[in-house]
C-alpha cells in the first residue's frame, strides 16, 4: 500500500544547477511521506540524484525505474546501470518504457524480448514489480495489458488527455480489467497547464479523481512538494460535473496541451504508424546508449 501522492524523477531532480538542491527536495518528500519514485535512465541525472538522497532510508522508498530496451541482453545492462546508478540491489517496479507502435509489442514478446529478461530477474528478486508505460497512442498500451499481466500502467492523466487518443477511457478501462495498479503521469500537462494560470490544485485534484492508484508529479522546488501533499492529504474527488468543467475550461490550452505528448494528433492510418515506428526507434538511439 502506497500514499496517492509520488514523485516524479524529471523538473528539479533532472534539471537542478546542483545536486544538493535535488537531493533536499527528494529527502524532503520523503519526510512528508512520499514513497513511489519515479525515474528512468533517459532523464539525465535524475537517478543518480535520487539514489544519493534515499541512500540509508532506501526501505521508505518505493523506486520505479524503466528501459527503453525491447531486447532482454540490452535491457539487462540498462537495468544494471539503473542499479548502480540508484545506489541499489533491486527495483520495487521495472517499467517498459514509451511503448508508441504494434511492432513494439511483437519485439517485448519475442524470443529474445525484454519480457524474459522482466521474468528471470523477477525471480532472482531483481526486480518486484513489473509496469509498462506510453505517452502516444493508448492501443499499443492496452494490448500490452491483454497479453501479460503488468502489475502497473502509466499512464498521462489530466484535462486535456479526453480531446484525442484518450488513455483515460481506453488504457484506463483495460487496466480495471486485468488488475494493473493506474498510475497517473502529465498531471500538470507537462507544465504547460500550470504555467498557463491553471490550478495545479485543482489539476492533481483532477488527477485522483480517476480510478488511479498514484500520482506523480514533477516539482520545481521543496515549496511546490509540500503544496502538492497538503492538496493530496486534502483530497476529495471532483464530481463528474466538475470533471467535465475543467476539461472544458480553456479549448485551445488544452489542445497545445495534448498536442505535446501526443504529437500525432490529427494522422490516421500509415502516416500514423510510420510516425510512430521512427519515434520508436529514434527513442532507443538517443546518446548516451550503446546497447540495442
Known amino acids: 500500500m502506497l500514499p496517492v501522492l509520488g514523485l516524479g524523477g524529471q523538473s528539479l531532480i533532472q534539471n537542478a544547477p546542483d545536486e544538493d538542491s535535488a537531493v533536499e527536495m527528494i529527502r524532503r518528500a520523503v519526510e512528508l511521506g512520499i514513497r513511489y519514485i519515479d525515474t528512468a535512465p533517459l532523464y539525465g541525472e535524475s537517478e543518480v540524484r535520487i539514489g544519493k538522497a534515499v541512500e540509508g532510508m532506501r526501505e521508505r522508498v518505493f523506486l520505479a525505474t524503466k528501459t527503453v530496451y525491447r531486447r532482454a541482453s540490452s535491457a539487462l545492462r540498462s537495468l544494471e546501470r539503473s542499479l548502480q546508478r540508484l545506489r541499489t540491489d533491486y527495483v520495487d517496479n521495472y517499467q517498459l518504457h514509451c511503448l508508441m507502435h504494434p511492432a513494439e509489442v511483437d519485439a517485448v514478446f519475442a524470443r529474445d524480448g525484454v519480457i524474459r529478461m522482466v521474468e528471470k530477474v523477477r525471480e532472482e528478486g531483481i526486480i518486484r514489480h513489473v509496469g509498462v508505460t506510453g505517452h502516444f497512442v493508448p492501443s499499443v498500451l492496452s494490448e500490452m495489458l491483454r497479453r501479460y499481466p503488468f502489475d502497473s500502467v502509466l499512464i498521462p492523466v489530466n484535462p486535456a488527455d479526453p480531446m484525442s487518443y484518450s488513455f483515460t477511457a481506453d488504457t484506463l478501462k483495460v487496466a480495471r480489467e486485468t488488475g494493473a495498479s493506474v498510475v497517473a503521469m502529465k498531471v500538470m500537462g507537462a507544465g504547460l497547464l500550470t504555467h498557463e494560470g491553471l490550478d495545479p490544485a485543482a489539476l492533481l485534484r483532477y488527477a485522483l479523481s480517476w480510478p488511479v492508484s498514484v500520482a506523480i508529479v514533477s516539482c520545481r522546488s521543496i515549496a511546490d512538494v509540500e503544496a502538492n501533499v497538503r492538496v493530496a492529504g486534502a ?58
Not at 235 to 248: A, G, L, N, V
Not at 259 to 272: F, N, T
Open 235 to 292: 483530497f476529495q474527488p471532483m464530481t463528474e460535473e466538475e470533471m467535465r468543467s475543467i476539461e472544458q475550461l480553456r479549448p485551445d490550452l488544452l489542445a497545445r496541451c495534448n498536442a505535446i505528448y501526443k504529437r500525432h494528433s490529427g494522422r490516421s492510418g500509415l502516416k500514423l504508424e510510420l510516425f510512430n515506428y521512427l519515434a520508436s526507434v529514434l527513442c532507443r538511439r538517443l546518446p548516451g546508449w550503446k546497447h540495442f
